[in-house]
């Protein structure tokens, strides 16, 4: 297949959102940018154009989609019975980088939800998604735009690489504002729970909400039997086929002495760092995901970082981690997992 590019970074014409719109609701998939990470998307209430996303990303079908809509009067088409905490989250973070979970109507089909009775509910703030779900005029399903398993594809150069001819169109619309992919939230027993940390923090979920919870998931391996919450838990993810070790400690001289100590049992290695330590490594090779108080930088850098690093062959990838405070709790959820929950803290 011949994947149309449309760079509209370059040429915003919205004539091309409005044929990529209507390429979407007639089955055709578009890889198109959010604020977050890019998506691949196809209608999402049609299930042969749905099912081609499992096929181009190599996707589990027991993982389910987040359903991408532009205006409240879609969220009813698809959801029903949404609780007073819900639609004061709605409220609050839509649109946004923030995905609530709901219950289910049922013409949404069950190749979006892998046969859950709830679906993932998301109200991009991106322009180009707004536009382009507007044009479809139908919701659009769209996971992250990566083969299953790897980063998050957060510009057109690293998605090429991996999708180019396996979609009708891709709109590049330059690197992604934030770079990691949405908060996911479901209500339970009233109180919010965070199944997958992101740019909405606990913290600002708290404050619409009263209170919140962090899915005992997201921190601790679990295996492809445990019952989890949202299925994407299960899976190994943004992970370098290299061996990775994420190291932390809140003391910055015991982080460069440990990380140092590793670099010397494994010459071969390198260093994902932080600005102000990058120096300070005795590595072959130092990356910079950048300052370790700006952690807005780090989540826009961490993920191309990522799949850069198994280009250099080497046996071992070091990666300096970050405090789980604010946003800093989704950057080192991406990274333990990349790092298969191999993390040393000291
Ligand atoms: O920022 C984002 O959320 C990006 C952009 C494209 O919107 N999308 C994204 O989709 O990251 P994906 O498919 O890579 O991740 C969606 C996550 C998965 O972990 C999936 O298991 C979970 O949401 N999920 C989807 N539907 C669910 C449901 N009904 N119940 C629980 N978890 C669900
Ligand atoms: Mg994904």
Not at 145 to 154: V, W
Not at 229 to 234: F, T
């Given at each position: 297949m011949e994947t149309k590019y449309i760079n509209f970074k370059e040429n915003s014409n919205n004539d091309f959102l409005i044929e990529a719109g209507s390429a979407l609701r007639s089955g055709k998939l578009v890889i198109f940018p959010t604020e977050t990470v890019y998506g691949i998307g196809?209608?999402?209430?049609d299930e042969t154009a749905v099912k081609r996303i499992f096929e181009a990303k190599g996707r589990n079908p027991d993982n389910p989609l987040i359903l991408h809509i532009v205006k409240m009067s879609m969220l009813d088409t698809i959801a029903q019975n949404i609780s007073t905490v819900e639609r004061k989250l709605i409220n609050a973070f839509?649109?946004?980088p923030f995905t609530i979970i709901l219950n289910k109507?049922?013409?949404?089909?069950?190749a979006v939800t892998a046969g859950l009775d709830t679906v993932a509910v998301r109200m991009p703030s991106n322009s180009v998604a707004k536009e382009l779900i507007l044009s479809a005029g139908v919701p659009i399903a769209a996971p992250s735009?990566?083969?299953?398993?790897?980063?998050?594809?957060?510009n057109i150069e690293d998605i090429k690489c991996e999708l180019?001819?396996?979609?009708?169109y891709i709109i590049d619309?330059?690197?992604?504002?934030?770079?990691l992919e949405s908060t996911v939230v479901r209500v339970i027993d009233g109180v919010p729970t965070i199944l997958r940390p992101g740019k909405i923090t606990a913290e600002e979920i708290k404050e619409v909400a009263g209170s919140v919870k962090i899915d005992k998931n997201v921190f601790e391996k679990c295996s492809q039997n445990t019952k989890v919450?949202?299925?994407?838990?299960?899976y190994r993810h943004y992970a370098p086929n290299t061996k990775c070790v994420l190291v932390y400690s809140p003391n910055n001289d015991n982080l460069v002495a440990k990380i140092n100590e590793l670099v010397e049992e494994t010459p071969n290695s390198l260093v994902i760092s932080c600005l102000e330590n990058a120096d300070s490594f005795h590595s072959k090779y130092v990356f910079n995901i950048g300052q370790s108080d700006n952690l807005e930088e780090i989540s826009k850098n961490v993920f191309s970082t990522l799949r850069k690093?198994?280009?250099?062959?080497?046996?071992l990838i070091i990666i300096q981690g970050v405090a789980q405070v604010g946003l800093g709790l989704a950057i080192m959820n991406r990274l333990l997992r990349a790092c298969e929950y191999n993390y040393i803290e000291c």
């Open positions: 196809a209608n999402g209430l839509f649109p946004g109507k049922s013409i949404v089909p069950n735009a990566n083969i299953s398993g790897k980063p998050s594809g957060t180019m001819n396996k979609v009708e619309d330059g690197p992604c504002n934030i770079g919450l949202s299925p994407g838990m299960k690093v198994d280009a250099y062959h080497v046996d």
